[in-house]
């Protein structure tokens, strides 16, 4: 069969799966105030009404409720990969459309979005389940990962009566993954013209938008800039819109010492990426400031890298079009 046929047989059966509603998939668990807390701290809110019952029954909600971004976690898969009693598996007749694409070689993946919309807050008692159906499947797409599909799937949440609660649109891309060569193991000269051409190649740029612009243009301009609230001067990074201490919209900048820590760091071997050499070590640096950001290490073999140990920032003008503030040991 060819390649075309293929791709015709492909598509037809990818576009009987578009709409084909399936679950219900249920919770483990009801809406419930232990979770609530976990999520709450592991994410560093603070807000009142999700752990402060006293305070949350003053509102107009008059309880505590639920952080409205957990709305995908309480009908999530044990630890184990079990769905919850009473969910309603897919069957023969309602094939997943990332199985089909795998039949065909689509067998890479990768999670380009997620929006979540909701229609209600959830409080502790509510029992939520959630049916999935395929939305939309793009036309067959080149990217810089392979030729795939882009494909929506619309999550609705309920609650115990059936009534929505949320929607979830989960994008993923499915792809072909570019063929090995499963040629020997390069020389130690060949992996030194490999390194070579990679400090050659272009790094992947930045998503620069209009609340981050300022700390791009502050490193050409070779300052390492934080983004500060000016209603109560919290200082954040990643830089937002919206203040999370106080919720004020103003904002300014002010420029780093440059001085930090490792707070965290990791040695990435896989994927190879030809404008880096290998393995790339990579930290999060937390500065004096208080503030943390990922970035890369310069000047230290990657065994070498300790949690703890100093570092200070260094400018580094990439190419003609990026800078970035790269990290290096300081000398104790």
């Not at 059966?13 to 219900?24: H, K, L, S």
């Amino acid at each position: 069969m060819t390649d075309q046929n293929n791709n015709k047989e492909l598509e037809a059966r990818m576009a009987e799966t578009v709409g084909v509603r399936v679950g219900p998939h249920r919770s483990w668990d009801p809406v419930n105030q232990p979770m609530i807390r976990h999520w709450a701290q592991a994410m560093g809110d603070q807000n009142p009404m999700y752990t402060d019952a006293e305070y949350a029954a003053k509102s107009s909600e008059g309880s505590t409720i639920a952080p409205p971004t957990m709305l995908q976690a309480w009908t999530m898969r044990g630890v184990t990969g079990q769905h919850a009693p009473g969910t309603k598996e897919r069957t023969e007749a309602q094939p997943y459309v990332l199985n089909i694409l795998d039949e065909y070689g689509f067998v890479g993946v990768v999670a380009v979005n997620c929006d979540q919309e909701y229609f209600r807050t959830l409080k502790p008692g509510d029992d939520i389940s959630h049916y999935m159906e395929i939305e939309s499947i793009s036309e067959r797409k080149d990217t810089a990962l392979g030729s795939g599909y882009f494909v929506t799937e619309l999550w609705t949440f309920v609650d115990q009566n059936e009534e929505k609660v949320g929607e979830m649109r989960f994008r993923l891309l499915k792809f072909i993954p570019p063929k090995s060569d499963n040629k020997p193991k390069a020389s130690s000269a060949d992996q030194q013209n490999k390194s070579a051409k990679a400090k050659k190649a272009v790094r992947p740029r930045p998503g620069i938008n209009r609340d981050n612009r300022f700390f791009w243009d502050g490193l050409k301009e070779g300052k390492l800039l934080i983004q500060r609230c000016k209603s109560c001067e919290t200082l954040r990074h990643p830089p937002s819109p919206m203040c999370p201490s106080c919720r004020s919209l103003e904002r300014d900048a002010v420029e780093a010492s440059g001085n930090g820590v490792i707070h965290s760091f990791v040695n990435l071997h896989h994927p190879a990426l030809p404008a880096f050499d290998e393995p790339n070590p990579i930290a999060l640096v937390e500065l004096e400031e208080g503030t943390r950001l990922v970035a890369g290490l310069v000047g230290i073999e990657p065994e070498d890298v300790k949690i703890g140990m100093s570092v200070k920032a260094e400018i580094t003008q990439c190419d003609e079009e990026l800078t970035l503030a790269l990290f290096r040991p300081v000398e104790a």
